[in-house]
């Protein structure tokens, strides 16, 4: 099972406690109010914010995101196991919050307005996928459909979670981010050693996309993926490499992907630099795709 915690955090908690049958005794602006649904709580002290996402219990000074309520719902400590459990109840549609704030502006200026998250489904995103060597099954299970309002347009793109619920998005004419940037990781299973870094998310969907088409998706499920969405956030990746053995590289074949195995590699053992096995092309797309350097 894999799974991009940026996204699980972005799942809308009301939303997903109302889809196991708990219902606000109150609903206000700001927040709605509940009994704690882990507890025997008579006077309602369970508060869920609708700006922030979050929970807090006044009652025992706890709070948290929707993973720390599944915790407490499920009494485990056991991230995989709460995660199994809240996408049961998410996997029919996907239930993230409509509605996210940026900041961002682009080149063009102005402000992303009126974000909303939805599945994967718009042929003219899958269309472009494609031309990129990216397989639909895994461009469905590992992106989102992201639509947004810019000046009097409206726009919509692939959109790849990351760690602090923003989205990098892509389609043939516009490169960005809604809300804030970030590294993503993609964990495929409890206790997995090895992870793969990559610069960028189409690398990673390259990398399935050739697990699938050469039947090496059972050993992919055996390591986790870091998505660097820039290799100015190498530092900041550094800290979910941190638990991982084995870090195996994947980056562009420039001067800036090789910089970033060195400072990798100067900072901890067990990097390993893949990057010979795509000798000859710019990255793991063009590898994908058969683009070689132009000479």
Same mark, same amino acid.
């Given at each position: 099972?894999?799974?991009?915690?940026?996204?699980?955090?972005?799942?809308?908690?009301?939303?997903?406690?109302?889809?196991?049958?708990?219902?606000?005794?109150?609903?206000?602006?700001a927040? /709605?109010l509940?009994?704690?649904?882990?507890?025997?709580?008579?006077? =309602?002290?369970?508060?869920?914010?609708?700006?922030?996402?979050?929970?807090?219990?006044?009652?025992?000074?706890?709070?948290?995101?929707?993973?720390?309520?599944?915790?407490?719902?499920?009494?485990?400590?056991d991230?995989?196991?709460?995660?199994?459990?809240?996408?049961?109840?998410?996997? /029919?549609?996907?239930?993230?919050?409509?509605?996210?704030?940026?900041?961002?502006?682009?080149?063009?200026?102005?402000?992303?307005?009126?974000?909303?998250?939805?599945p994967?489904?718009?042929?003219?995103?899958?269309?472009?996928?494609?031309?990129?060597?990216?397989?639909?099954?895994?461009?469905?299970?590992?992106?989102?459909?992201?639509?947004?309002?810019?000046?009097?347009?409206?726009?919509?793109?692939?959109?790849?979670?990351?760690v602090?619920?923003?989205?990098?998005?892509?389609?043939?004419?516009?490169?960005?981010?809604?809300?804030?940037?970030?590294?993503?990781?993609?964990?495929?299973?409890?206790?997995?050693?090895?992870?793969?870094?990559?610069?960028?998310?189409?690398?990673?969907?390259?990398?399935?996309?050739?697990?699938?088409?050469?039947?090496?998706?059972?050993?992919?499920?055996?390591?986790?993926?870091?998505?660097l969405?820039?290799?100015s956030?190498?530092?900041?990746?550094?800290?979910?490499? /941190?638990?991982?053995?084995?870090?195996?590289?994947?980056?562009?074949?420039?001067?800036?992907?090789?910089?970033?195995?060195?400072i990798?590699?100067?900072s901890?053992?067990?990097v390993?630099?893949?990057?010979?096995?795509?000798?000859?092309?710019?990255?793991?797309?063009?590898?994908?795709?058969g683009?070689?350097?132009? =000479?």
């Amino acid at each position: 099972m894999a799974v991009n915690f940026g996204e699980i955090k972005r799942i809308d908690i009301i939303v997903f406690l109302d889809r196991i049958g708990i219902r606000p005794v109150r609903n206000y602006q700001a927040y /709605a109010l509940f009994r704690a649904p882990y507890r025997e709580d008579r006077h =309602p002290s369970f508060k869920v914010s609708r700006k922030k996402n979050r929970w807090y219990d006044l009652a025992t000074m706890c709070s948290g995101d929707i993973i720390d309520l599944g915790k407490m719902l499920y009494n485990t400590n056991d991230i995989m196991e709460v995660v199994r459990r809240i996408q049961d109840y998410t996997a /029919a549609e996907l239930v993230i919050r409509e509605r996210i704030p940026s900041e961002l502006h682009d080149e063009r200026a102005g402000t992303f307005r009126e974000v909303s998250v939805r599945p994967l489904s718009n042929g003219k995103l899958l269309s472009y996928l494609g031309s990129r060597g990216i397989d639909n099954t895994v461009a469905v299970e590992f992106c989102r459909e992201i639509h947004f309002s810019l000046g009097c347009r409206h726009y919509y793109g692939i959109g790849f979670g990351n760690v602090r619920g923003g989205y990098e998005v892509r389609n043939p004419f516009f490169k960005g981010t809604v809300g804030q940037k970030d590294v993503s990781l993609i964990q495929m299973a409890d206790g997995n050693e090895l992870c793969v870094v990559f610069e960028g998310f189409m690398d990673f969907l390259s990398y399935m996309t050739l697990c699938r088409r050469t039947d090496f998706t059972p050993f992919a499920e055996t390591m986790d993926f870091v998505v660097l969405n820039s290799v100015s956030n190498l530092r900041k990746a550094m800290r979910w490499l /941190a638990p991982y053995p084995t870090v195996t590289c994947c980056l562009d074949n420039d001067d800036a992907g090789r910089k970033a195995v060195d400072i990798l590699s100067e900072s901890r053992d067990g990097v390993h630099d893949a990057s010979a096995v795509y000798e000859g092309y710019k990255d793991l797309n063009d590898f994908l795709r058969g683009k070689r350097f132009c =000479p």
